[in-house]
C-alpha cells in the first residue's frame, strides 16, 4: 500500500473507532490500541505533511454529538491532552517549556479516566453542564448533572464562573451497576469510563441518580483570578466543587518521574480509575506564554500508563435499554 492510501486507512479507521468511543459510549478496539494506530499515523501525516486529510482525527478533539440531545456552544473551547507515553517523551516536553519559560514550575495531578464536563455557574448557580463533544460544541447535559450528588447546584459565592472537570464512575458502583446487569440479563458495560458516558446520556435522570457518578474538578476555563493551578484547585475547593487531592508539585523530569511512579504504585488501591497522570506548568502567566495548539494546551503533557496486561473484552453494549 502507498502512503497516501495508508493515510487514507487509517484516518477511515480510527475516525470509525472515535465516533463508536466518544459519540456511542461503545468502544470497538482498546485504547491501546487505537494510540498505536494514532501514533502511527501521526508519523506518517509529520513525514507527509502534504498527504495530511481535512478529515484527519489529529486536528480534531472528540467528535460529532448525538442528534438526540441538545446541543451547547462552548463559550471557552475544551481541548485534548498531548500524550506521552515514556520518559523521554516528557524530557522532550520539558525542553520545550524551557525554550520558552526557563525555570518552570510543574504541577502534577492524576488523570482521571472520565469524560470531560464543563460546568457553566452564574451569579454562583448551576446555569448549564454540557459535554466535550468536538471542543467547540457539546450536549447540553444539565438536567443529568445535577442528578449527581456531589455537583454544588450553588457555590459559596455569587459568581460567574466556567469550570471543567472530569465525571466519573467509582469502582464500586461501577461492579454493582455490572453485577445488577448480570442478574437481569443485560450486557455489563466494558468499563467506568463507558458506564460514565453511556449514564449521562440517559434521558431518564432518575437512572442516572441511581448509578452514583462522582466528579473531581480541574480548570477554571473563564478567565482565571488566581496565579497559579494550585490556587485554582485550592479556590475549587471553597467554592464547594470536589478536586482530587493527590497532586505534587515538581521543578524537573527527576521529581515528576517519582510522582509518576509512586501513582503506579497506589493506583490499584484508587477507588476509581486513572489512567495516568497529567503534567501542567503551574503559573497561569506562563500558561499564557506557551498557549495552544489546534489540540492541545502547550502547557500540559498528559503521562499514559503502559495497557494493562489483562485487558477486558470490550463488549457492545446497547443503551436503550
Ligand atoms: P485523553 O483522554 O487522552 O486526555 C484529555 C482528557 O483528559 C481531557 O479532555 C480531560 O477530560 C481528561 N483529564 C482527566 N484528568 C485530567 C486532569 N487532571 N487535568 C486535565 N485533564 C484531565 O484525550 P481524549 O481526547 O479525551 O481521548 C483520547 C484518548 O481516548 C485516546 O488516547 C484513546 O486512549 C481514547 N480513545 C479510544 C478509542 C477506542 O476506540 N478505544 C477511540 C477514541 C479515543
Not at 10 to 15: D, I, P, S
Not at 78 to 83: A, G, I, T
Not at 205 to 232: C, H, I, M, W
Request: glycine share 4%; aromatic share 10%.
Amino acid at each position: 500500500m502507498n502512503v497516501e492510501s495508508k493515510i487514507k486507512t487509517l484516518t477511515e479507521q480510527l475516525n470509525h473507532y472515535a465516533h463508536a468511543y466518544y459519540t456511542l459510549d461503545n468502544p470497538i478496539v482498546e485504547d491501546a490500541e487505537y494510540d498505536r494506530l494514532y501514533r502511527e499515523l501521526v508519523a506518517l501525516e509529520t513525514e507527509n505533511p502534504n498527504l495530511v486529510r481535512a478529515d484527519s482525527p489529529t486536528h480534531r478533539t472528540g467528535d460529532v454529538v448525538l442528534s438526540g440531545f441538545k446541543k451547547y456552544t462552548h463559550d471557552y473551547q475544551l481541548y485534548s491532552l498531548q500524550d506521552a507515553f515514556s520518559k523521554e517523551e516528557l524530557e522532550a516536553f520539558d525542553t520545550r517549556v524551557r525554550k520558552e519559560i526557563p525555570d518552570p514550575e510543574y504541577i502534577c495531578e492524576l488523570k482521571i479516566d472520565g469524560l470531560s464536563l464543563s460546568l457553566v455557574y452564574v451569579n454562583g448557580v448551576l446555569e448549564t453542564a454540557a459535554t466535550r463533544g468536538d471542543g467547540s460544541i457539546g450536549e447540553d447535559i444539565t438536567e443529568q448533572v445535577k442528578r449527581i450528588k456531589d455537583v454544588p447546584l450553588v457555590l459559596s459565592e455569587p459568581i460567574d464562573i466556567v469550570v471543567r472537570g472530569e465525571a466519573y464512575l467509582p469502582r464500586r458502583n461501577f461492579q454493582k451497576l455490572n453485577l445488577e446487569r448480570e442478574e437481569e440479563g443485560l450486557p455489563s458495560f466494558a468499563n467506568p469510563r463507558n458506564a460514565a458516558a453511556g449514564t449521562l446520556r440517559q434521558l431518564d435522570t432518575k437512572v442516572v441518580a441511581k448509578r452514583g457518578l462522582a466528579t473531581f474538578l480541574y480548570q477554571e476555563a473563564s478567565p482565571a483570578t488566581n496565579d497559579t493551578q494550585e490556587e485554582v484547585l485550592e479556590y475549587f475547593e471553597k467554592l464547594g466543587l470536589v478536586v482530587n487531592d493527590q497532586r505534587a508539585f515538581a521543578t524537573d523530569i527527576t521529581e515528576i518521574w517519582n510522582f509518576i511512579e509512586k501513582v503506579a504504585a497506589l493506583r490499584d488501591a484508587l477507588p476509581y480509575d486513572i489512567d495516568g497522570v497529567v503534567i501542567k506548568v503551574n503559573q497561569l502567566a506562563q500558561q499564557d506564554v506557551l498557549g495552544f495548539t489546534v489540540k492541545f494546551p502547550k502547557w500540559a503533557i498528559a503521562y499514559k500508563f503502559p495497557a494493562e496486561l489483562a485487558e477486558t473484552e470490550i463488549l457492545s453494549v446497547d443503551w436503550t435499554v
